[in-house]
């Protein structure tokens, strides 16, 4: 085979052959149409063979009818009319092999990263946690040990009492379940009851245990106020009776005084909130990181890397493909200066404020707010008067 047969298989031509009464009036019609072809003539047959485009080949075959001449094809098409005939069928097979891949691959990396039980801790900073042990988009499902992940997850957050790793499809699925608030349980179950503040008792309300103490007493803090061990069982007879524990449980509320100091300075440098400029992103495709923009202060102190997250197609569908923003972060700061009259405005403002978080649930009973001003700025001083609840385990 010659290398024009090679070219013209694969670009595409026909080949016309016109025996000796035919020749001339083959090569006159394409002469006179102006077609591009190439005229070969045969020495042994005296005949011609013309090679031109299957377009030509359409463009000379009426004027070929008309003037009787007669030729005959040798070629019909090559391959790339091959593939323009068969290229639906030929985006079928291409479109079932990517499938099957597709299928194939979807066994072998972690497409989905779920999180379910979980009301402590936001789902970002959980898969952020869970990427550090190698469970991300990307990473092949047979890498991950599940119960080595799982007791890892336990050790950083003991306030969950339970968690599970499991495999749904091609999404890893963590469950948890939270442990529930055992501060009631260890007051109930607590040994004695002691005061946590010096005070002057107002209400003793024991609900298990035995009393050490009644309304008008004065207390030190760490002094009992409710034991949770009782001597004997009724009626004693013995000078040693022996103790029974029913656990200390019960309220003491007693009258305290506190007090605390707030300072305004004259002139005071104010933080305004933080700066945040997106300077790169990192994407990972299956485990791979393609890194786009400016990177390299993602280990910087005014630097930081975004929780991970899924590319998504129309809002609602998640692609295996995550990306973090790298994020720099400038603390923006200003310089106030008040003078007297707004320091003592700002000075009690926070003072009332601070007075509400201490006072939490207590009855104010008594206060007093002194103000002194120095060259720098006021303080003011806030002396109270409470009553609140001061029994506390014994730890």
Known sequence: MLI??????????????????????????????GVKARIEY????????????????????????????IVYI?????????????????????????FCALLAMSTLFVFKVEVSGSEL???????????????????????????????????LHPEYSWAALNFKGTTVCLELKERTDGQSSETENADIL??????????VLVYSGKSSVKAGDVVKKGDILISGYISGNGLQYSENPILRFDGAKGSVKAE?????????????????????????????????????????????EDSSVS?????????????????RECLTVTEVTEITVRDELLATAEAEKRAYGMLNRALAE??????????????TGVTVTVSYGCIREIAVPLR
């Open 194 to 203: 002691v005061a946590k503040s010096d005070g002057i008792v107002k209400e």
């Open 256 to 300: 305290v005084s506190e007090s605390f100091t707030v300072t305004v300075p004259f002139e005071e440098e104010t933080s305004k909130g933080k700066s945040i400029e997106k300077t790169g992103i990192i994407l990972s495709v299956l485990g791979f990181e393609i890194r786009l923009g400016d990177t390299s202060g993602e280990s910087a």
């Open 121 to 155: 801790i936001s789902k970002e900073q959980i898969k952020s946690e869970l990427a550090d042990f190698g469970i991300r988009v990307g990473a092949r499902m047979s890498d991950i040990d599940r119960a080595a992940a799982a007791s890892a997850f336990m050790q």
């Open 307 to 323: 929780a991970e997250k899924n590319v998504t197609v129309m809002g609602s569908v998640e692609l295996p493909i995550t990306y």
């Open 74 to 98: 040798n070629s019909v098409c090559g391959f790339k009319d091959i593939c323009i005939k068969n290229c639906k069928r030929l985006g079928l097979a291409v479109g079932a092999i990517v």
């Open 362 to 375: 207590a009855e104010l009973t008594e206060l007093e707010l002194t103000k002194e001003i120095t060259d």
């Open 4 to 33: 024009s047969d090679i070219i013209g298989f694969f670009t595409g031509e026909v080949e016309l052959y016109a025996e000796r009464p035919h020749r001339d009036g083959l090569v006159r019609v394409v002469s006179e149409r």
């Open 42 to 69: 045969c020495a042994e047959s005296e005949g011609v063979k013309v090679t031109l485009s299957p377009r030509n080949a359409k463009k000379i075959a009426s004027a070929l009818d008309k003037s009787g001449v």
